[in-house]
Structures are given as structure tokens and as C-alpha cells.
């Protein structure tokens, strides 16, 4: 028997499937908008003629207006999850420090791919700080400069992969068009990256839900060092109204070649250079840059403190777990390149290597035995602003030691 209302919920939902307006159908039918408007709201039924240019014009049978049945599965709302390319082995890197979210963000995407080649005794990939390490010197986080990147950072990151990326800005696309491109580029079997501009969580997204209304991925976060170590792709996280941030979208597509690991140390390591011999400030906030400039800027910051016989140390977190971790860093990292470059003049790298692991013991002792140390005076507060402008200087004359030694390394 047939069922006005049900006939009319149907044309509405072909026509609405196939982005047609009452309009649109009574032009292509030759009638009137109020016509199509009746059989949808189950007041009349279209004539045995109509229905068949119903039918053709919606792509369907006349059976399929006039007996609907479940909704097509276009309509239907599943999950649409990547698996990771290879295996991955549990964590076995350090949670702390881990604060830089970028680096980690590609580390789980080179893992997620399948492209690490260590392997363990399972063949899962190693999951460690390797990658951590040399991700956070091609992109020149760890030297200190992670304010005003480009597109061309994050290109030059992927590089080592085999990968590109394509960036799009929330303002420059309509809510549906930026779905669609993550739907689209998930669909393809590629993540995509969610790099929001203010202060909030990256999210690497594997899959997708709700037609990509709701993303399925991991996220990351300058700063959280048990965050930036999560490598699970196995318990995803659920990123609802993420299209609603301002925020770019970084399409992980195939590259065109493979960069050398090698040649992207050497381009890092002479990079890394140039910023840490950085001494003209080019920021407005005075601990904001990279160089040696910081560390002179930072004593000035201390000294105004107590030239203001301010009670609290304002200027020192988090900034000094900052400079730790980009110290640390600096030195894994040229580790790695006694490993990777050929030819290296050794004894220039240890000698380097050496400078930075005693400016992180000196760190490490002020972050254990004078950071806890809550001044309650003034004249507390103005000494142990003193000891932090010592430790600055004794670091500083120590990395310039260390810059000088990879001074020969750079003029090759």
C-alpha cells in the first residue's frame, strides 16, 4: 500500500542527496515549487509520468520513491580508521624531558607509516628518542627557534620520510570543503595533521567518524612530556567540532624522493649554528628567540627583578626547563651526527658534546637544589636571583666553547 508521507520523506531526501532545491526539481520537471513542495509534505503523490522523470532525474527506480525501505548507505555514519603501516614497539625512549610537540607529532608519524627500519626481536618498529632527537634539529625547535615557521619547516621534516604535506587555513575554506579534505586524504590511506594557531593540542588524526565531523587520532602538546610520548594508534582519541578552531590542516601526502638523513644533519647541524651564535635579539618578548643574546637577556630580566626587590622569581619558569631540554637535545643530537655524517672530525664533536653535558649537570643542579627552594624574603629572592645570573653566564661562556670547537666542522 502506498504511504503519502513516506513518499514524500523520500523524494525530499533524494533531492536533498542530491543538492537540489524544491526549485531545482520543479524547473527540471516543469511544474510548480509548490507541487514538489505538496509531495513532500505527503499531501499528494506526483502522477505515474512524473515519477519516472522523478526517478531518472534522481538516479534511482520509481520503486525506489514510492517503497522506501533504510536510509542509502550514503547517509549511514561508520567509522573510518587506518591501521599503522607496521607493527610498533612499546616506548622506550625518555617521558621527561619530552616537551616539544612538533618533533613528537612526527615521530609518531614516521612509526605510524611503517617507515623506522630498527626493528625489534617481534620486527616491531623501535619506538625511542631517535627520531625525537633529529626531528627537533631539522625543524631548529631544539636550537631554540620555534616561533615564526613556515610551511617549508614542516616540508623539510617530512623530506627524510618520502613524504610532503599541503596546508590549508580554516579561513580559506568553507566548513564542508575542510571536512572534506580530511575525509578525503584519510580516505586515501595518508593522515592529516591538525596545527591549531593559538595554544591548544596538534592532533595527528588516522581516522574519522560522523562523515568527518568528528576526527580519531592522538594528540600532542608543547609542554606535556607524558602526551608527547604516546605512540598508541591502538585506544583513539575522539576530536569533536575540530573544524570549528582556527587551525590549518596539514595533508600528509607521498613526496617525489626520500631526503638523505645525512644531508639533512649536515643542513641542521650548519643551521644550529648560525642560531646559537645568534647574538642580536629579534623578538619583542626578551626570552623569546634563540643564541646567545637569550642568555644575556635573561640576566638582564634578573637583574631588573631586583632592582624592582621583587619577593617571587618571576623569569625563571618555565623557561629554565626550556633551556634544559634544548640543551640536551643539542648534545644527543650531535651525537647522532658523530654517527651519521662521514668524515666528522671527532675530536670537534666530543669536545662540543662535553661543553653541553656540563652545562646540563650545572641545570640540573639548579633545577634539583635551587628551583624548589621558595624564596619568602626579599633579600632570599635578590640572592637567588644572583646564583641563576652566575649559572646563565657559566652556561653561556660554556656554549661558546662548545661553538667554538665546532667552528673547523663549519668551515668545511
Not at 509520468?49 to 534511482?60: G, I, Q, R, W, Y
Not at 586524504?185 to 565531523?213: C, Q, W
Not at 629554565?320 to 658523530?338: N, P, V
Request: net charge negative.
Amino acid at each position: 500500500m502506498l504511504d503519502n508521507v513516506k513518499t514524500g520523506e523520500q523524494i525530499a531526501r533524494l533531492r536533498k542527496n542530491r543538492g537540489l532545491t524544491q526549485e531545482d526539481v520543479a524547473g527540471r520537471l516543469c511544474i510548480s515549487p509548490q507541487a514538489v513542495s505538496k509531495w513532500e509534505n505527503g499531501h499528494t503523490m506526483p502522477e505515474l509520468s512524473v515519477l519516472v522523470e522523478l526517478a531518472k532525474l534522481f538516479n534511482c527506480t520509481v520503486d525506489g520513491i514510492l517503497f522506501p525501505n533504510v536510509p542509502p548507505a550514503a547517509n549511514a555514519n561508520f567509522e573510518q580508521i587506518l591501521l599503522p603501516y607496521a607493527p610498533i614497539g612499546d616506548f622506550a625512549g625518555r617521558r621527561w624531558p619530552r616537551s616539544m610537540g612538533k618533533p613528537a607529532v612526527l615521530s609518531a608519524l614516521k612509526l605510524f607509516m611503517g617507515l623506522e627500519k630498527r626493528r625489534d626481536s617481534m620486527n616491531r618498529q623501535i619506538n625511542d628518542d631517535a627520531e625525537y632527537i633529529l626531528q627537533g634539529a631539522f625543524s631548529g625547535i631544539c636550537f631554540g627557534y620555534s616561533w615564526g615557521e613556515t610551511d617549508a619547516a614542516w616540508q623539510n621534516c617530512l623530506g627524510v620520510y618520502g613524504l610532503t604535506g599541503e596546508t590549508h587555513s580554516r579561513r580559506d575554506c568553507s566548513e564542508e570543503e575542510y571536512i572534506a579534505l580530511a575525509v578525503d586524504n584519510i580516505s586515501s590511506g595518508y593522515p592529516v595533521v591538525v596545527l591549531p594557531e593559538e595554544y591548544a593540542d596538534m592532533i595527528l588524526a588516522t581516522g574519522f567518524s560522523h562523515r568527518g565531523k568528528v576526527l580519531k587520532g592522538i594528540s600532542f602538546l608543547d609542554g606535556d612530556d607524558d602526551k608527547n610520548s604516546v605512540m598508541s594508534f591502538g585506544q583513539l582519541q575522539s576530536f569533536s567540532q575540530w573544524y570549528e578552531r582556527n587551525a590549518e590542516l596539514l595533508l600528509i601526502k607521498p613526496g617525489q624522493k626520500i631526503d638523505s638523513v645525512a644531508d639533512k644533519c649536515r643542513e641542521a647541524l650548519e643551521k644550529g649554528y648560525s642560531l646559537l651564535s645568534n647574538t642580536v635579539h629579534r623578538f619583542d618578548e626578551p626570552l623569546v628567540g634563540y643564541g646567545l643574546v637569550i642568555y644575556d637577556n635573561w640576566c638582564e630580566e634578573l637583574r631588573e627583578e631586583n632592582r624592582r626587590e621583587l619577593a617571587t622569581i618571576e623569569c625563571m619558569f618555565p623557561h629554565i626547563f626550556i633551556h634544559y631540554e634544548g640543551k640536551l637535545r643539542i648534545k644527543e643530537f650531535l651525537e647522532l651526527c658523530m654517527h651519521t655524517l662521514e668524515n666528522v672530525e671527532e675530536r670537534a664533536f666530543l669536545t662540543a658534546i662535553s661543553k653541553y653535558e656540563e652545562m646540563l649537570a650545572i641545570c640540573e643542579k639548579c633545577l634539583h637544589e635551587i628551583l624548589p627552594k621558595t624564596p619568602s624574603t626579599v633579600e632570599e629572592a635578590t640572592s637567588q636571583r644572583q646564583a641563576y645570573i652566575g649559572i646563565l653566564q657559566r652556561c653561556r661562556g660554556l656554549e661558546e666553547e662548545a661553538l667554538s670547537a665546532l667552528e673547523p666542522v663549519m668551515a668545511r
